[in-house]
Antibody
Framework: EVQLLESGGGLVQPGGSLRLSCAAS????????MTWVRQAPGKGLEWVSG????????YYADSVKGRFTISRDNSKNTLYLHMNSLRAEDTAVYCC???????????WGQGTLVTVSS | EIVLTQSPATLSLSPGERATLSCRAS??????LAWYQQKPGQTPRLLIY???NRATGIPARFSGSGSGTDFTLTISSLEPEDFAVYYC?????????FGGGTKVEIK
């Protein structure tokens, strides 16, 4: 069974930084691209960032480009999102997403809440 | 970045009625479009991928169609558990993107 467990969220002041982690299990982590998706309170889904299976290719939404960095440690089956220069509009639940494969369905973590406020 | 526009924002229907949801892309996404369902307090559930393929375990009353820039999600006969918010997502190119969502509410 695929499990994705996010951690690292919390309350941070505007301009601050956080690092989110997503511990993955139940699939061969190193062979799949992974993504982060966020949802602000009462709002829709927003795709944030993605990373290739080997970690060499990274992608970002325009809203976070230059401030967020996605990375992964395949030896630890863990996905990261380094967030700098945080703004109030970054307040959201952040979920990591496993895209699934031929025999394994897509899976979302339950998410970690990031609140940016003074 | 490809922009997805969903319409209508809200759809008010009764159980048993047919729901038709639209998603329009700012440029062609070929058939690389997915549909999700989200209920309050839950993570999204993948319904349709590649425009018309139902994900594992999704009932046959859900169907997707379209290609290029115009896509449709149809729920043939609404069940009580289908009242939720639906999102489309393009998967043709990075960065990926979601539409703004359509809320299907009970009339």
């Amino acid at each position: 069974e695929v499990q994705l467990l996010e951690s690292g969220g919390g309350l941070v002041q505007p301009g601050g930084s956080l690092r989110l982690s997503c511990a993955a299990s139940g699939f061969t982590f190193s062979t799949y691209a992974m993504t982060w998706v966020r949802q602000a309170p009462g709002k829709g889904l927003e795709w944030v960032s993605g990373i290739s299976d080997g970690g060499t290719r990274t992608y970002y939404a325009d809203s976070v480009k230059g401030r967020f960095t996605i990375s992964r440690d395949n030896s630890k089956n863990t996905l990261y999102l380094h967030m700098n220069s945080l703004r109030a509009e970054d307040t959201a639940v952040y979920c990591c997403v496993f895209p699934g494969g031929a025999t394994i369905p897509e899976s979302w973590g339950q998410g970690t809440l990031v609140t940016v406020s003074s | 970045e490809i922009v997805l526009t969903q319409s209508p924002a809200t759809l008010s229907l009764s159980p048993g009625e047919r729901a038709t949801l639209s998603c329009r892309a700012s440029q062609s996404v070929s058939s690389y479009l997915a549909w999700y369902q989200q209920k309050p307090g839950q993570t999204p559930r993948l319904l349709i991928y590649d425009a018309s393929n139902r994900a594992t375990g999704i009932p046959a009353r859900f169907s997707g169609s379209g290609s290029g820039t115009d896509f449709t999600l149809t729920i043939s006969s609404l069940e009580p558990e289908d009242f939720a918010v639906y999102y489309c997502q393009q998967r043709t190119s990075w960065p990926l993107s979601f539409g703004g969502g359509t809320k299907v509410e009970i009339k």
